[in-house]
């Protein structure tokens, strides 16, 4: 039987969801709206001269190679944060869900990292790891180790990709141990009787009935890498050295702040949205299938 | 009951207000900058002196975030109506400000406006020049000036076997020393640069009297293109390639991160800006000299004299004469010589008017402080050619970051040196035509 609530005042209803509905429009709708205006227009920097120029914006986009190589450098950037995020999350989940003292501990230590803002952390790992400032980094260079993400492209992926990736674990942590303990001990236990071993107890019973939590946190892991690593980015390497870390929303910020042009970082950030929503979409149609509630 | 008392209180009360209030109306000037630490001081100094020197007009001078973002504030401030009055803006943002012409007022005008003398030919060539059309007419006022200059330790110069009281002046020069200090292991990195494209593009051609783009580097035209894949560009980059790979030359990042590497004694040589002295005043446990940029003795007309970094003081428009009177007397106040020398002695920026740097002498200030007059003789060295007065392209914040694209691309083996110069000019170009197009309308 459906509960439905029921409002005798015609107007009520209108005012309680005001407040929301105002907030949505003008910090949702009104910027979104005017960036595809703006994707669709060139202007100088102070708005003095608007010229409309349809898709040129786009065009422009599509047939700059460095917009081109931007989207795989975000392809590679998020599939290596959202698998590493996830599969060191639910190793750590599983062990925690086995620790019988210090539990409480554990988990504290686990979620910790999820309180610091995300441009923090990119500073953080910069101090630690930066070739100049970095502690770290200069225990490596007395080690032996050939470490300079100033120079060396892969040097300072591994660095964002470090840095996000502990960001997100705790969140992660959070979700896969709720998951892993809403697991009925009973069927593990059966499938224990049956002679499975452990590695098979996981892949067989844990893992599927993990699905739910292990799609939810994919997308969330998807959108997390996208949009809000850029405080780490941009703390962290700015985008370089190159373009090695110049993810598609870096880009966006670059484009529109640092060289004000306007109607190319509108074009991107339309682009960016039309992405993120079809990879929902995807994910939620053909994925969301596989998973078993 | 109303009495007189009561009557009279009333009068001497509305008396009152309206005299106070007659007080408060002067007049506000809004001074948007992005000076911090020392320099914010100094900044509230020229606005406290100015504001208690006359009553008519109050400067206000606030921190706006760093020159990319308090550029980006006021840009955005100017389309909802309320920009500053005047606004730092750095000098890779000229281009810009420039082709803003509803948007900016020109220094020139505003100082003849507003009954100020203004003599353009009182401020050093290679300063003023940097912000003055090719017709001659100065739009933006230069306030911190700094150049590109060469810092060396000279205690490991000593440790290595070398003369410390002599500054290599060549780059062949340079490497020996490097060869030596490396071989020694006096020092853990030789030579290191911040700014990269301020020193190995941009002051690299003008030191040499070589073009950067043509049309006066972009100063005669907005239809200017690139020109920095010529010969010298190529054998520079391509020696600074070598150098990297063998150890010499360390590229510590696009901003001024190698000067932390000077100052901490891990890099011996170091190429950056002229106003790093303070920091590097107070970091360094060594003693060290500063000297004139290297360069190459072989190429003709080297050295010419060195472009100018720093920012300088752009006042927006749409605001009322009244007004514009104020920003007038205010710049005057800035000009005055013995006030810029002080700020040239505090700061380390370059005095931008000879006066200033002759009462600097003769106050014995570059006695007491060696090398702090190095910048000055750096700009003075000759008269600018227009190789050299400066340069202005649109979207050249861009441009700058694209070029140190270029180098570390290079540097990390993905292309050689040719390649990586006429890639930069391709890309250069692009951004240039897409400038042109919104600034021709």
Known sequence: MEKRVVFRSPWLPYLLVAPQLAITIVFFFWPASQALLQSLQQQDPFGISVEFVGL?????????????????????????????????????????????????????????????????????????????????????????????????????????????????ISYNFLFFLAGLQSIPKSLIEAAAIDGAGPGRRFWTIVLPLLSPTTFFLLVVNVVYAFFNTFAIIDTATSGGPGQATEILVYKVYKDGFKALDLGSSAAQSVVLMAIVIGLTIVQFRYIERKVQY | MLSIKHFARAAIVAALAVVSGAALAQTEIQWWHSMTGALNDRVNEFAKGFNESQKEYKVVPVYKGAYPESMAAAIAAFRAGNAPHILQVFEVGTGTMMSAKGAIKPVGQVMREGGQKFDPKSYIGAVAGYYTTSKGEMLSFPFNSSTTVFYYNKDVFEKAGLDPNRAPATWPEVMAAAAKIKASGASQCAYTTGWPSWVHVENLSAWHNVPIATKENGMAGLDTTFQINSPLHVRHWTNLKDWNSKGYFTYAGRRNEGEAKFYSGECAMLTSSSAAQANINRNAKFKYAVAMLPYYADVKGAPQNTIIGGASLWVMAGKKPNEYKGVAQFLTYLADPARQAQWHQQTGYLPITPTAY???????????????????????????????KGLRFGSFVQIRDMFEEEMENMLAGKQDAKQALDTAVKRGNDMLRKFEKTAKE
């Open chain 2, 358 to 388: 002759e009462i600097t002498k003769k106050a014995g200030f570059y006695d007491k402080n060696p090398g702090t007059d190095i910048s000055v003789r750096q700009m003075m060295l000759h008269d600018p050619t227009p190789n050299s």
């Open chain 1, 56 to 168: 040129d914006n786009f065009r422009a986009l599509f047939t700059d190679e460095h917009y081109l190589a931007s989207f795989k450098v975000t392809t590679i950037f998020s599939v290596l944060v959202a698998t590493i995020g996830m599969s060191v999350s639910l190793l750590l989940a599983v062990f925690a869900d086995r620790a019988l003292r210090f539990s409480g501990i554990y988990k504290t230590l686990l979620i910790w990292p999820y309180a610091v803002a995300h441009a923090v952390a990119g500073v953080l790992w910069l101090f630690l790891f930066n070739p100049t400032l970095g502690i770290v980094a200069h225990w490596m260079r007395r080690a032996g180790i050939d470490w300079d993400p100033v120079l060396n492209g892969n040097d300072a992926m591994t660095l964002v990709v470090v840095a996000a990736v502990w960001n997100q």
